[in-house]
Each structure stands twice: as C-alpha cells, then as structure tokens.
C-alpha cells in the first residue's frame, strides 16, 4: 500500500505506449504492474477491469501477485447492495445547458456497468472506486416513494417535469427485486405529477400500466438510450443492458401503449459508433420513435482512464483514431466540461456529427413535434388528516 500515489498516471504511460503501436506488449506490462488491473476470473459480465482507489482517499490500494498463487482466494465480483437513507430524493439542479431542474435517483451506482457511464465518479464520494465498484457495490434508496410523496406534499411546491434516470438507471437490475422505481411512479401517478424517463433496459416495459395511464393524461414520456446495433460493441462496452434487439422492442412496446417515445443516441463514441447514427435514427423511428437527440462521450476525471483501459483491451487497433477524434471535440483534452460544450463537444469533427444527426432526423420525420408534458392536473390526493380539517 503507497500513500498519495497517482492513481491516473498508469493509465497515462499506457496510453502514451498505445501512440507507439497500439496495444502493445508495454501497455500491458505497465497496465498489470500498475495493480489497477483485477484478474480476469474475478469481473465475469463486467466492463471495467480496474478498480482504482477514490480519488478523495488518502491512500490507493494495489493488488500485487506476492508468488503464492492468492489471486485464486479472492472472490469473484458480485453484486452487492446497501440501503442508503437520504433525506430528501429530489435533486434540484441549475446547469443552464440541460431541460430539467429536479430529478429522481432510486440508486447509486449501476449494474448495467457501462464502461463510458459519466456518473462512475460519484462513487468516490462513498469511498469507493469508478471501476468495478461502481457497478458491483450499489446502493438502493427504499423510502424513496415515501420521501417523494412528502415532499410532492408541502405548501407552495410547483409541479415541473421530475427527470428520472439522468444519472444511473431506475431500471438495472436489481429494480427487479427492489421495484423502487414502480413505487415511485405510483406516488407520481397519484399526485398527477409528470415525469421523464431515461433507460436502456427492457424492464420499463413492466410499468407499461401506469405509464400508458399517466401518458393518456400527458404526464409520462420515455427515452430509450441506444448506443450500437452492434451486439459484440455493445456486449463489452454495456455488458449488463439490454441488448439493442431488446431496447428496440421496448419502445415498440411502449409506442403501442400509446406513451411517448424518444431515441436518445447517448453516447455517440467517434470512431467507434459514430458510424451507425443514421442507422440507429432509422431503427428507432420504425420501433415508434417520435424525437431522438443525442450526446457525444464524456469522459470526466476517473471515467477516462477506465475507458481508455477498455478501448486498449478490445479495441487496440481503434486506439489512436478514437482518442484523436475525441481530443479534437474537446479542445486537445479528453474532456472539457464547460456549458454547453460538454454534452455536444466541438470543433469540425463535432460540427459534422450535429449535422449528420440533424439531416437523418429530419429524413426519418423526428423531431417535429415535442411532447411537452402538463403541471395544470397536479393535485395532492386528499389524505384522512386533511378531510377531517374541513370540519
């Protein structure tokens, strides 16, 4: 154990012998040497193969092969799940460059473990790693129903769109056993709240009833996040999601149930997935896609060297291209998280992607109308205290 090492400068040596050949045999060496590196055997389903320490945590944690053969102790990683008892669930923002102002979180940290997810960094702020804690240590916030309807309860609130699924996924899968996120549709529906949801999982199509109910009303749209067609990217790179075949189907499923439905291109990674814009844009619209919008990769603090590491592993040839690409979008950084810069990159390579988007959705007739959800049928449904006030 090395106090106030450098968690990301393995990472860094790695890259800088990526620009001499690729994955080479180098890359490796440092990457393992590195102790970043988790046994293979050990992340089975997993997108992430390191697990650094948090970037807030006074000391960072190696694995190191000592000759006897311990690596076969450690367990593999598997799923784990804490309750956590926050005070409040809605989340107020004021970032000028996205739609909503108040979400809804129903865990931290996400099963689906997708290697470019942006929120892997708030892990750190429970001591634990972006890597393969983010998608194996998770928390689940069981009184959200009850805090939400508390809070959709107090005098003077005002009704706007509650975005769900902003940050992690209400749906991974662990919302099978928890059903956190059916509980709090239900409280939403009783208040006649409106709410927009975020998701690539299939399981939304579970809550078909309340939605189709809360749609008929104009209080209910849903986005389905497709990254690729392409079953082998999309394996690796989103390993625990639906597939794609599947997220196609649910917003099949959720067009004939009569609830909005949007693609949400998210994100597009260049030189990877960049390609398949138009394709996934043609593929939504004939699922029941009525608006589409997108994002470019964002890579922010620990989430760059986790997807480096990923891009060197099943990648290694795509390397330099795609890091060149996103460098370019992104002012000669992996990342650069200034309004209105951040979700959309720029530059003439991020120029190209806004138009190819913008022509193919235009082709496909997206976007021409938005669903704009309704804040006039809110009304707290009258409990026992407040009837017996009237006498």
């Not at 603090?301 to 592993?313: A, G, N």
Request: net charge positive; aromatic share 8%.
């Amino acid at each position: 154990m090395a106090a106030n090492t450098l968690n990301m400068e393995p990472i860094a040596r790695a890259d800088i012998a990526a620009f001499t050949g690729g994955r080479s045999a180098m890359a490796n060496q440092i990457v393992e040497q590195s102790g970043m590196r988790v046994d293979p055997a050990r992340m089975r389903g997993r997108a992430a193969a390191v697990n650094p320490s948090g970037r807030f945590e006074r000391f960072t944690r190696h694995i190191i092969d000592d000759g006897w053969e311990s690596f076969e102790d450690l367990a593999p990683f598997r799923t784990e799940v804490q309750v956590e008892k926050p005070r409040t669930i809605v989340t107020r923002n004021d970032s000028p460059d996205i739609s909503f102002d108040r979400s809804i979180n129903p865990y931290r940290g996400c099963e689906h473990g997708c290697v470019y997810c942006f929120a892997r960094p708030t892990h750190a702020f429970m001591g634990m790693s972006a890597g393969l804690d983010f998608e194996s240590k998770l928390f689940a916030k069981p009184d959200a129903a009850k805090l939400l309807e508390r809070e959709l309860s107090k005098d003077g609130y005002q009704p706007r769109t509650i975005a769900i699924g902003t940050n992690t996924d209400p749906y991974q899968p662990i919302e099978r056993e928890w059903r956190i996120m059916r509980q709090v549709l239900e409280v939403l529906e009783a208040f006649n709240h409106p709410v927009g949801i975020v998701t690539k999982s299939a399981l939304v199509m579970r809550d078909v009833d309340i939605l189709s109910r809360m749609a008929k009303k104009g209080l209910a749209k849903v986005a389905l996040s497709l990254t690729t067609l392409d079953r082998k990217i999309a394996r690796t790179m989103e390993p625990r999601a639906a597939t794609p075949t599947r997220r196609l189907e649910a917003m099949r499923a959720l067009s004939q149930a009569g609830i909005p439905v949007s693609a949400m291109i998210a994100p597009v990674v260049p030189g990877l997935t960049d390609a398949e814009i138009e394709r996934l844009l043609e593929s939504a619209t004939a699922a029941g896609a009525r608006e589409a919008g997108y994002i470019i990769l964002r890579l922010p603090l620990e989430v760059s060297p986790i997807f480096k590491d990923w891009l060197l592993r099943h990648y290694p040839d795509r390397y330099r291209h795609v890091m060149s690409l996103i460098r370019s979008m992104r002012g000669g950084k992996d990342y650069d998280a200034e309004w209105g810069k951040r979700m959309k990159g720029a530059g003439p390579y991020a120029w190209q992607i806004g138009r190819r988007f913008e022509i193919a959705a235009r082709r496909f007739g997206l976007n021409t109308e938005k669903v704009r959800l309704r804040t006039d049928l809110f009304s707290p449904p009258e409990t026992a205290g407040k009837q017996l006030a009237l006498f």
